[in-house]
DNA sequence: CCAATGATGTCAGCTTATCTGACATTCGGG
DNA sequence: CCCGAATGTCAGATAAGCTGACATCATTGG
């Protein structure tokens, strides 16, 4: 019985519940935004409308940035045009290093596991 | 994996999602609550936030609605408090004019199948 | 038949949520 | 030291939501 629309991929939720469904902040969201990591729909009185999905794609967007990686960094590793290209070693530095920052300053992350499995943790 | 908190169950929507999720009123989302049918948790700034249980209950009390039950009939469906008892009689004229105009008059009903599939798997 | 009741529409006045754009801040690396 | 990336914050404006009241329209019990 499949759906006519699945659900994770409707656009259901507003800003306010993102922000709390992932801890980043309205700015956060919506520059990522900018920098063409996400794409909510829009009311027709303009409102960011999100989905299931985009709420994912945020909260391994902000792992990637807690590992040390930078938005240009997930951006390419978002779009695998080619595995990789010429600058692959500047990549390939910029993954070493995000490994070693992953490594050594587990800093503070209490950022649960992702909501695609039963939404959120929060007791 | 189980998480703290099911998504299904975590309120997430507002009344205008739910309105385009639902194809009812606001007033009538409103006034169901009123009678008891739903809960849905406030925002710190008073305004609606539904899980998606909330949703399908809707859908549900929007079926039972149309085929002819009162939303007095709804509520005691929903509350098998015990079976039924004195007033039984009463009820069942009630179940058997619902059944009966349920036969007679199938009439539009373009609300899709509960929602409640399709939010919480990936494909 | 008629008044009472159930379900819904609609409008007003108000508060909260979100939007955009601009300026400020912080921090790491060349 | 300066620059750019990422984020905070504030102001002014619009959309979305809230409550309460009055209107409408069937149904139904008397």
Redesign the interface.
Known sequence: ????V???SRA???I??VMT?TALSARQIRYYEKQGLVHPQR?AGNHR?YA?NDVDALIDIKDQLASGLSLDDIKRLRKPRQPVNETSDAAVRQALRAELLNQSRMNQNPSG?S?????????
């Not at 019985?1 to 006519?4: D, H, N, Q």
């Not at 909501?115 to 007791?123: K, L, M």
Request: hydrophobic fraction near 45%; charged fraction near 15%; glycine fraction near 12%.
């Open positions: 019985m499949a759906e006519v699945d659900l994770r259901v939720l507003p306010g519940t469904l009311t409308m299931l596991p909501v695609s499995q039963g939404f959120g943790f929060r007791p």
